[in-house]
C-alpha cells in the first residue's frame, strides 16, 4: 500500500465538502470523495469551537495516529477528511479510534479482506 498523501489546499477541502458523502459519529465526522489517483488523499479539520490550540492539536494529532493504524485497511483512491466535533476535545484515544472505525465501516471503506 502506499502511503496516503495529505489534503493541504482549501479548494480541495471544499470540493470533498461539496461534493462527497459525509458519515457522522459521536466524536468526529469522515467525509470522503472517489478520485482518479491509486493513492488516498486525507485532511483532517478541528475548529476553534473544539478548544484552545492545545485541545486542538491533541485532537489532530490522536485522529492521525488512529487514522494511520487503519490506513492499510483502506481502500485506495478516495479523498479522505476526518473533521472533529466538540465532544472530541473530552474524548479518549480509544473514542475516536472506535469512532473512526465506525465510520470508515459504514462508508465500506475497508478492504474485504479484514475482519475487524
Known amino acids: 500500500m502506499k502511503i496516503p498523501g495529505r489534503i493541504k489546499k482549501n479548494s480541495l477541502f ?10 457522522a459519529e459521536n466524536t468526529l465526522v469522515l467525509y470522503i470523495l472517489k478520485s482518479d489517483e491509486d493513492t488516498n488523499k486525507v485532511g483532517y479539520s478541528v475548529s476553534k469551537k473544539v478548544g484552545n490550540s492545545v485541545k486542538r492539536n491533541r485532537v ?17 483512491g478516495y479523498l479522505i477528511i476526518f473533521t472533529a466535533r466538540v465532544k472530541s476535545s473530552e ?13 470508515v465501516r459504514r462508508a465500506r471503506l475497508l478492504k474485504e479482506d479484514v475482519k475487524k
Open 14 to 23: 471544499k470540493k470533498v465538502y461539496a461534493n462527497g458523502r459525509y458519515y
Open 60 to 76: 489532530k494529532r490522536l485522529m492521525r495516529e488512529n487514522f494511520r493504524k487503519i490506513s492499510r485497511f483502506i481502500k485506495t
Open 91 to 103: 474524548a479518549s484515544y480509544y473514542d475516536i479510534e472506535r469512532d473512526m472505525l465506525n465510520a
